[in-house]
C-alpha cells in the first residue's frame, strides 16, 4: 500500500493508505481531523471542503495519494490559536450556521472566494456557493457572513 | 426579567459556534470506540419480494468478517412499533401490521433491511455484502396511492384488504353538509402535496456498544429524540430496562423530522453489539440516506369551500388520501390526521369543517414527519382554495382573507383546538406594507415591459405547535406523553448547569436555554451550560419536534427555576433572620423586603452546599426539576407574500421577494429566531419550485441522489423580508409560541399562488408542486391550446 506524505495544517503528516482511500478519509481516520465532513457521496454537498494548495477542493472527490506533497488546510488549521479566522467570525457574527455539519465545508468554501474577490456581491456568493449544500439556514447568513468575512479578510487570509 | 445584554430578547451569539466553526463538532461519525467494529446494512434492491433462504456464507467467509446476520437470526426480537393508534371512522382501529428490523419473509420497499455484515473495516464489511445471495421471488408493487388503491391491487399486507391502514374523519359531517346546502357559492380544488426526502446533510449514523462485565449497553445515534429512542428501544424491541440501556444523541447535523423515528438500524446495531460483545459502527452513505430515512408529506387531496354571497366561509369539506409507504414509522399515522385534520379552521371563522383522511401502505420508504408534519400539508389546501374562491367570486385575494379573519380569542375550531390568542390583521397589514403589496401592478408592468410575467400571492396561516397536551394526544391515540422535563443544578460557587429533554440539532438551545436562566438567576450567560442529548444524564425527555424546545422544553426550565428561587429564598431568610415570604430575588440577590440585606445567589448556593449555618428541615443542594405538561397547543400565525417572475418562453420560475410577517410568540434571541424563519422559508421553497421524490411504477426510487433531487441551494433562493408581530401565548409563562416550522408551513401556497398569478394572463389557473420550469412551460403551451 502507497505511503503518503503531506503538509496538514502546518505539520508533516504521513500515512500508508489503499490506493481508493479518499483525502478525506485519510484526515478524518487515518489522522483524526473529524472536522472536515462527509454529507454525500455524489460529490454535491460540499460538507468535505479542504484546501489543497490554498484552493478549495472537495476531499471526497480526491485520492489521498493525489495529495502526496501536497499543502492541506482543513478547517481546523483555519483559525490562530484562540483566535477565530476573519471568516469563522463573521459566520458567527451573522448567524451563517445552525447544525454545524456543512459549515467546515461553507467556511472553507467561502475563504477560497475571499482570496479571489475581497467584496464578492450577494449574486457572486450565491453563484460561488453552487456546490454546498445547507439545509437548516436558508443561506441568508451564509451569505451575509461570507460578504463579511471577505471584507474582513480584506484579500487574502 | 431584565433584558440584559444576553438576557431574554438579545441577539446572544451562540455557544454553539466556536466548536462548530473550528471543526471540534462532536457528530456520532467523529466517534469511535476502543475495539469497534463496522457493520454494513445490506438493502432489498426490489420494492416488494417473498424472501427464502439468505445465503451467507461466502460473505461470512470473506475478509476481516466477523459475522452476518439476518432476519432469522432476529426472530424472537420484537419489531419496529409506532407511536399513535388512529380509530377509523367506524370505531375500529387501524391496521398495524408488524415490521421486523431484518426482513424475514418479505421485503416491502427498495431499501428494506435484509441483513447486517460486521467487519474490521466498512469496506471489507460492504463489499462482503455483495457476497449474500438472497433468495427472493419478485411480487408486483405498489409505489403510490392511486396503484395502492386501485381494484384487485397487489397489498403490502395481506392484513390490510384494499392497502387501507385506517379511514378517518374529525369534523361536523352533518353540519357540513347543511353549510353546501344553503351556499351562494361552492369553490373546488384537487390538490397533490408532493413528497418529499428530508436530506438532513449529516447522514444517519449509530455506534452501539455492549459491555458484557455490567450488562450495559449504550448506542449513540443521530437522533432528534433519545429518550424515545431508548424507550422503544428497550421497551418494545429488545426488552432492555432503561436502566441498563444508553443512549447518546451528540451533536447531530439537522433532522427536520427525519430523526424523530426509532430506526431498524439503531435495533440492529444495539443487537448486533450484544451478540458479539464489541461495539460496532453504522454510518449511513447518502444513497441508501434516500432509501431509507424516513419520507414526508405525499397526499391527494379533493376539497370544496362553501361560501356565502358576500364571500363569508360557511363549510369546508376535505377528502384527503396519504401515502404512509410500506411500514409504520414513529409518528406516521399521526401526521396526515391530528397534525393535518385539525388545521383547516385555519385563521378563518368557517363555522363548519369536516375533514376525511384515507392512508395506504405502498412499496415506499416509510413516510413520517418532515418539518412542518401535516400542518404544511393543511396550509398549502386551503390557501389555495382561498385564493381559488377569490378568483372565481371576482374578489380581492386579501379582502377575502381579511373578512374571513377570527379576532376574539379564545376561539374554539370546529375541528377541535381551541386557539388562545393571535392578531391576524397585524402580521396582514404587517406583510402588505413590507412586500409593498400596493405597489406591486407597477412591477408587473415593468416586467412585461422585459417580457416576464410577474405575480404575487399571498398566505394567511396558523400553526399548532408546542406539542402537545398529553391528556389530549393521549385520548387521540398517542401512546407517549408529550410534556418536558427541565432540571437546573446551581453548583456550589454559583455557576448552573442545565439540563434539558429536548434536543437540539441546529436550533441554538445551548443559547436560548441559557439566556432565560441566565436572566432568570441573574447569572453570567457564560456561567450557565446547557447539557441534552443523553439519557444517561437527563432525568427524562420527549425531545425535539413539532416546534416543542422553546414552549414545553423551555417552560420546563423556567418553572425548574422558580423552584430554585423558591428554595434559596428559604435558605436566604435563614442566613439573614427574616421570614421566607420577606425575601425578594432581583439581580441575582435574595434580599430582605424594604432593606438592604442581602444574600447573593452564590453565597446562598454555597451555603447548600455547606450546610453548616442552615434552615431546619431543609434538604442540603441548590437543584431542582420540573416536568411540564402543556395545557394547550401553542398557535404560531402569520402571513407570507411571494413574488415571482417567470419566463414565459422557458417556463423557469425566479423567486423575487419573499416577505414573512410572524407571530412566533416571546422571542428569546432573535437572531436565532429569524435563522430559524430562514431555514423554515427554504425548506418551503424548495417544495413549492424545487424538491419531489419520484418513484417509478415497479418501486425503484427515481430520485434517489443529489443529482436528480433537487435540493435548494444558495443561488435558487433569494434573501428574505422578516418581519414580527408579536401577541404572547396566553399559557405558558414564557409566552412562547414555537417558530421552526413556520416557513415550510406558511410559503408554499404563497409561492404557488404568486406562480398562478403571473400565469393567469396567459390562461393557466392551476399549478403543481413543484412548480419546474417544465411544469410550467408545458401549463403554459397547454393553455394556448
Known amino acids: ?157 | 426579567m431584565s433584558g440584559n445584554g444576553t438576557g431574554i430578547g438579545a441577539s446572544v451569539k451562540r455557544k454553539e459556534d466556536t466548536r462548530f466553526l473550528t471543526g471540534r463538532g462532536r457528530y456520532t461519525d467523529d466517534i469511535n470506540l476502543p475495539g469497534q467494529l463496522y457493520g454494513y446494512i445490506l438493502r432489498s434492491g426490489m420494492a416488494h419480494a417473498k424472501i427464502g433462504t439468505v445465503h451467507t456464507d461466502a460473505a461470512k467467509a470473506a475478509p476481516g468478517v466477523h459475522a452476518v446476520f439476518t432476519g432469522r437470526d432476529m426472530e424472537g426480537v420484537g419489531g419496529i412499533p409506532t407511536g399513535w393508534e388512529i380509530t377509523n371512522k367506524d370505531g375500529s382501529k387501524m391496521v398495524e401490521p408488524g415490521h421486523p428490523a431484518l426482513a424475514t419473509d418479505k421485503v416491502r420497499y427498495v431499501g428494506d433491511c435484509v441483513a447486517i455484515v460486521v467487519a474490521e473495516t466498512a469496506e471489507q464489511a460492504k463489499s462482503a455484502a455483495n457476497l449474500i445471495d438472497v433468495e427472493r421471488e419478485e411480487l408486483p408493487a405498489v409505489a403510490s396511492i392511486e396503484a395502492a388503491e386501485a381494484d384487485g391491487a397487489p397489498l403490502v399486507f395481506d392484513e390490510a384488504p384494499g392497502n387501507v391502514c385506517y379511514d378517518w374523519e374529525v369534523g361536523d359531517k352533518a353540519a357540513t353538509d347543511a353549510a353546501f346546502d344553503a351556499a351562494d357559492h361552492v369553490v373546488s380544488i384537487y390538490v397533490v402535496n408532493n413528497r418529499l426526502i428530508p436530506n438532513a446533510i449529516e447522514p444517519r449514523a449509530a455506534i452501539a456498544n455492549y459491555d458484557p462485565a455490567t450488562g450495559d449497553y449504550t448506542l449513540y445515534t443521530t437522533s432528534q429524540n433519545p429518550h424515545l429512542v431508548r424507550l422503544l428501544l428497550g421497551a418494545f424491541v429488545l426488552g432492555l430496562p432503561e436502566h441498563k440501556l444508553r443512549i447518546v444523541a451528540p451533536d447531530v447535523g439537522g433532522g427536520f423530522g427525519s430523526k424523530i423515528p426509532h430506526y431498524a438500524e439503531e435495533a440492529i446495531l444495539t443487537w448486533t453489539a450484544g451478540q458479539l460483545g464489541r461495539p460496532v459502527k453504522w454510518t449511513c452513505e447518502r444513497l441508501d440516506a434516500f432509501k431509507s430515512d424516513t419520507h414526508g408529506r405525499d397526499h391527494i387531496s379533493t376539497a370544496k369551500l362553501a361560501l356565502d354571497a358576500d364571500g363569508h366561509f360557511l363549510g369546508l369539506h376535505v377528502s384527503t388520501k396519504a401515502n404512509l409507504g410500506a411500514y409504520l414509522s414513529t409518528f406516521a399515522t399521526c401526521v396526515p390526521t391530528y397534525l393535518y385534520g385539525i388545521l383547516f379552521a385555519g385563521p378563518y371563522t368557517t363555522p363548519a369543517v369536516y375533514c376525511e383522511v384515507k392512508s395506504f401502505f405502498t412499496n415506499t420508504v416509510p413516510v413520517d414527519a418532515l418539518r412542518g408534519a401535516g400542518r404544511p400539508e393543511a396550509t398549502y389546501l386551503l390557501e389555495r382554495l382561498v385564493d381559488k374562491a377569490a378568483v372565481e367570486l371576482g374578489m380581492d385575494r386579501v379582502e377575502i382573507r381579511r373578512k374571513n379573519f377570527i379576532r376574539e380569542f379564545p376561539y374554539q375550531t370546529p375541528v377541535a383546538l381551541q386557539y388562545d390568542q393571535g392578531d391576524y390583521d397585524a402580521t396582514l397589514d404587517l406583510a402588505l406594507e413590507a412586500s409593498d403589496w400596493a405597489g406591486f401592478e407597477g412591477r408587473r408592468a415593468e416586467a412585461a415591459a422585459r417580457g416576464k410575467c410577474r405575480g404575487i400571492g399571498i398566505s394567511t396561516f396558523i400553526e399548532a405547535c408546542g406539542i402537545a397536551p398529553s391528556a389530549v394526544v393521549g385520548s387521540l391515540g398517542a401512546r407517549a406523553g408529550l410534556y418536558e422535563s427541565g432540571s437546573v443544578r446551581v453548583h456550589p460557587t454559583g455557576s448552573v448547569s442545565v439540563f434539558t429533554g429536548t434536543h437540539s440539532h441546529g436550533q441554538g438551545h445551548e443559547t436560548t436555554f441559557a439566556q432565560i436562566v441566565s436572566d432568570m438567576l441573574g447569572v453570567d450567560f457564560d456561567a450557565v451550560d446547557v447539557v441534552h442529548g443523553d439519557s444517561a444524564k437527563i432525568p427524562f425527555g420527549m425531545g425535539t419536534y413539532g416546534s416543542r424546545s422553546l414552549a414545553v422544553g423551555g417552560t420546563a426550565i423556567y418553572l425548574a427555576v422558580e423552584k430554585v428561587i423558591e428554595k434559596g429564598k428559604k435558605i436566604a431568610a435563614h442566613l439573614l433572620e427574616a421570614s421566607a415570604e420577606d425575601i425578594e430575588f432581583e439581580n441575582g440577590s435574595f434580599t430582605v423586603a424594604g432593606t438592604d440585606r442581602s444574600k447573593t445567589l452564590g453565597e446562598v448556593a454555597l451555603t447548600a452546599y455547606v450546610p453548616h449555618n442552615y434552615p431546619e428541615g431543609l434538604e442540603p443542594g441548590l437543584e431542582e426539576t420540573a416536568f411540564y405538561d402543556p395545557l394547550n397547543f401553542t398557535f404560531p400565525a402569520g402571513t407570507h407574500i411571494a413574488e415571482v417572475e417567470v419566463d414565459p418562453e422557458t417556463g423557469e420560475v425566479e423567486l423575487v421577494a419573499v416577505t414573512g410577517a410572524d407571530d412566533v410568540g416571546r422571542i428569546i434571541n432573535p437572531m436565532i429566531v429569524d435563522g430559524q424563519l430562514h431555514g423554515g422559508l427554504a425548506h418551503g421553497i424548495g417544495q413549492a419550485l424545487l424538491e419531489e421524490c419520484r418513484y417509478q411504477e415497479d418501486g425503484q426510487l427515481e430520485t434517489g441522489s443529489y443529482m436528480n433531487y433537487t435540493m435548494p441551494r444558495a443561488a435558487d433562493l433569494p434573501s428574505f423580508n422578516i418581519n414580527h408581530n408579536t401577541t404572547l401565548c396566553t399559557h405558558n409563562p414564557l409566552g412562547a409560541k414555537g417558530v421552526g416550522e413556520v416557513g415550510s408551513i406558511g410559503v408554499p401556497p404563497a409561492v404557488i399562488n404568486a406562480v398562478i398569478d403571473a400565469l393567469r394572463p396567459l390562461g393557466v389557473d392551476d399549478m403543481s408542486m413543484p412548480a419546474t420550469s417544465q411544469r410550467v412551460w408545458q401549463a403554459i403551451q397547454r393553455a394556448n391550446g
Open chain 1, 1 to 157: 500500500m502507497p505511503t503518503v506524505t503531506m503538509t496538514v495544517n502546518g505539520m508533516e503528516r504521513s500515512g500508508t493508505v489503499e490506493g481508493r482511500t479518499l483525502l478525506v478519509d485519510f484526515l478524518r481516520e487515518h489522522l483524526g481531523l473529524t472536522g472536515t465532513h462527509v454529507g454525500c457521496d455524489t460529490s454535491q454537498c460540499g460538507a468535505c471542503v479542504v484546501h489543497v494548495n490554498g484552493t478549495s477542493v472537495k476531499s471526497c472527490t480526491c485520492l489521498a495519494v493525489q495529495a502526496d506533497g501536497a499543502d492541506v488546510t482543513t478547517i481546523e488549521g483555519l483559525a490562530n490559536g484562540a483566535d477565530l479566522h476573519p471568516m469563522q467570525e463573521a459566520f458567527r457574527e451573522h448567524h451563517g450556521l445552525q447544525c454545524g455539519f456543512c459549515t467546515p465545508g461553507m467556511v472553507m468554501s467561502a475563504v477560497d472566494l475571499a482570496n479571489r474577490d475581497s467584496d464578492p456581491s450577494e449574486h457572486d456568493v450565491r453563484e460561488w456557493l453552487e456546490g454546498n449544500l445547507c439545509r437548516c439556514t436558508g443561506y441568508h447568513n451564509i451569505v451575509k457572513a461570507v460578504q463579511a468575512g471577505a471584507r474582513a479578510m480584506g484579500g487574502g487570509s
